[in-house]
């Protein structure tokens, strides 16, 4: 008996080591295991997500300009007042006008203003004196206010020698200014003015402009703005 307890006791301490040394090698393959698990290199990064492309805006074409009017013509034109009391003359250039108002005897104006690209115009002249009127076509239908009185008229396109014409000069010591409308019928208005003081104006001859004033020849010339 004395024998066996020493045996038993070895192989106590036997069976105690191989069941440590299990236990320690199922541990270790688990936390291996775990390790290699958790390991950052053996972590499959996901992909990134694809960013979308921004389309560029299609640049807008400009809008188209709206068309401009054009200017009104150069031309010339003249006619008579509604009543029939006087006469008016306009000359058109470069989208300026310059009038002429003559009843042929002492009341008169000269009026000068822009025109409109619609054919409008309003010329302002000495006085106070105002012409209104509107371009349509081959005439001028307007206005004038002069002296206290409002005079509708009405202005067709002119044809050489029919039109405005003026001369100025000095004749015998006097300050000479006459105006002429020529009328596409051949009639001649127009006030000469004697240092200031109007008169009926002497017939020029349509074709030349040639006038003659106290025996001196002057030329009356178109007018234009």
């Given at each position: 008996?004395?024998?066996t307890?020493?045996?038993f006791?070895?192989?106590?301490g036997?069976?105690l080591?191989?069941?440590?040394l299990?236990?320690?090698?199922?541990?270790?393959?688990?936390?291996?295991?775990?390790?290699?698990?958790?390991?950052?290199?053996?972590?499959?990064?996901?992909?990134?997500?694809?960013?979308?492309?921004k389309a560029?805006p299609t640049?807008?074409?400009?809008?188209?300009?709206?068309?401009?009017?054009?200017a009104?013509p150069?031309a010339?034109?003249?006619g008579?007042t509604d009543?029939?009391?006087?006469?008016?003359?306009?000359?058109?250039?470069?989208?300026r006008?310059?009038a002429?108002?003559?009843?042929?005897?002492?009341k008169e104006?000269w009026?000068k203003?822009?025109?409109?690209?619609d054919?409008?115009?309003?010329?302002?002249?000495?006085?106070?004196?105002?012409l209104?009127g509107?371009?349509?076509?081959?005439?001028?239908?307007?206005t004038v206010?002069?002296e206290g009185?409002?005079y509708?008229?009405?202005?067709?396109?002119?044809?050489k020698?029919s039109?405005?014409?003026r001369?100025t000069?000095?004749v015998?010591?006097?300050?000479?200014?006459?105006g002429?409308?020529?009328?596409?019928?051949g009639?001649?208005v127009?006030i000469?003015r004697?240092?200031?003081k109007?008169?009926?104006?002497?017939r020029?001859?349509?074709?030349t402009g040639?006038?003659?004033?106290?025996?001196?020849?002057?030329?009356a010339?178109p007018?234009?703005?």
């Open positions: 008996m004395k024998r307890g020493p045996l006791t070895l192989l106590a036997l069976l080591a191989l069941f440590m299990s236990l320690n090698a199922t541990t270790g393959t688990k936390t291996a295991a775990t390790s290699r698990a958790d390991s950052p290199a053996d972590k499959v990064s996901p992909s990134p997500a694809p960013t979308a492309t560029s640049p807008s074409s400009p809008a188209s300009p709206s068309p401009t009017k054009a009104a150069n010339d034109y003249a008579r009543d029939d009391s006087s006469a008016v003359s306009v000359s058109l250039r470069d989208g006008a310059i002429y108002f003559c009843d042929g005897h002492d104006s009026l203003g822009d025109v409109g690209a054919g409008s115009m309003k010329l302002t002249g000495d006085g106070g004196s105002v209104n509107t371009l349509k076509g081959k005439s001028i239908r307007g206010d002069i009185g409002h509708a008229f009405s202005a067709d396109k002119a044809v020698p039109g405005l014409y001369a000069a000095t015998r010591n006097a300050k000479v200014d006459g002429w409308i020529v009328l596409s019928t009639e001649q127009g000469l004697r240092d200031g109007p008169s009926p104006a002497p020029i001859d349509p074709e040639a006038v003659t004033i106290d025996g001196q020849r002057l030329t010339r007018v234009t703005p």
